[in-house]
């Protein structure tokens, strides 16, 4: 069974860093990306990141140049490092696995819109604030 797992979320201040992990179990890297999304009070869900073996990495404009993934292969890993995070960024982050084919669809088209067949985590909060 294909699983995903978020942790590292916390309260930090402004300026501050912070790194999510998500957990795979199930799949290979090989045939599924990791898509990370998050979704602030009262707006909707956004995809803010994307990494894949084969395809490589996209970021939303909103995170660009602040968050970065990377991958590690041989424990199922996926991190996503959050720097100079601001207030914007408080909300649910979730990470979910995407068929390899979803996951070169957000890369080179920039957006993704989740499928039905893409698997989720249970969600990890982060909070930005004084």
């Known amino acids: 069974e294909v699983q995903v797992v978020e942790s590292g979320g916390a309260v930090v201040q402004p300026g501050g860093s912070l790194r999510l992990s998500c957990a795979g179990s199930?799949?290979?890297?090989?045939?599924?990306?990791i898509g990370w999304f998050r979704q602030a009070p009262g707006k909707e869900r956004e995809g803010i990141a994307c990494?894949?073996?084969?395809?490589?990495?996209v970021y939303a404009r909103s995170v660009k140049g602040r968050f970065t993934l990377s991958m590690d292969n041989a424990k199922n890993l996926v991190y996503l490092q959050m720097n100079s995070l601001e207030p914007e960024d408080t909300g649910i982050y979730y990470c979910?696995?995407?068929?390899?084919?979803?996951?070169?669809?957000?890369?080179?088209?920039?957006?993704?819109?989740?499928?039905?067949?893409?698997?989720w985590g249970q969600g990890t909060q982060v909070t930005v604030s004084i």
């Open positions: 979910a696995a995407l068929p390899s084919r979803h996951g070169e669809e957000w890369i080179y088209s920039g957006s993704y819109r989740p499928y039905d067949t893409d698997v």
């Open positions: 199930g799949f290979s890297f090989d045939d599924f990306a």
């Open positions: 990494i894949s073996r084969s395809d490589g990495t």
